[in-house]
C-alpha cells in the first residue's frame, strides 16, 4: 500500500489544521499511525488507530488536542489538530502496519513521505 500525507502548513499558535493520509489501495485491516519529526530530533509516535477504528493511542503531549481517525472506504486516516503550539512543528507521517496498532515505528512497513507542519508563536 502506498501511502501519502497532506494538509500542513504555516499556521499560528492556536490554530488548527487537518492532515489526511490517503492510500493507493483498500487500508481495510491496517492499522495506522502518525509520527512526526523535528529537526534535530528522534521520530516520534503521535497517535495510532486500530484497523476497525475502534482503538486509539496518543502521545500524552497531544491528548485531548489531536484526534486520529479513519474513513475506510475513502481509504483515508485523518488527524485532526487543535490548539497547535510552536513544539508541534515537525514534519508529519503517516505510516500503515497489517494488524495491530503499535507506537514503536520500526514497525510499520508502509509509509507517506511526510508533510510539514510550521507553528508560529
Known amino acids: 500500500v502506498q501511502l501519502q500525507a497532506s494538509g500542513g502548513g504555516l499556521v499560528q499558535a492556536g490554530d488548527s489544521l487537518r492532515l489526511s493520509c490517503a492510500a493507493s489501495?483498500?487500508?481495510?485491516?491496517?492499522?495506522i499511525g502518525w509520527f512526526r519529526q523535528a529537526p534535530g530530533k528522534e521520530r516520534e509516535f503521535i497517535a495510532t488507530?486500530?484497523?476497525?477504528?475502534?482503538?486509539?493511542n496518543y502521545l500524552e503531549s497531544v491528548k485531548g488536542r489531536f484526534t486520529i481517525s479513519r474513513d475506510n472506504a475513502k481509504n483515508t486516516v485523518y488527524l485532526q489538530m487543535n490548539s497547535l503550539k510552536p513544539e508541534d512543528t515537525a514534519v508529519y507521517y503517516c505510516?500503515?502496519?497489517?494488524?495491530?496498532?503499535?507506537?514503536?515505528?520500526?514497525?510499520?512497513?508502509?509509509w507517506g513521505q511526510g508533510t510539514q507542519v510550521t507553528v508560529s508563536s
Open positions: 505510516a500503515a502496519r497489517y494488524t495491530g496498532a503499535v507506537i514503536s515505528s520500526t514497525q510499520y512497513d508502509y
Open positions: 489501495g483498500r487500508i481495510r485491516g491496517y492499522a
Open positions: 488507530i486500530s484497523s476497525s477504528g475502534s482503538n486509539t
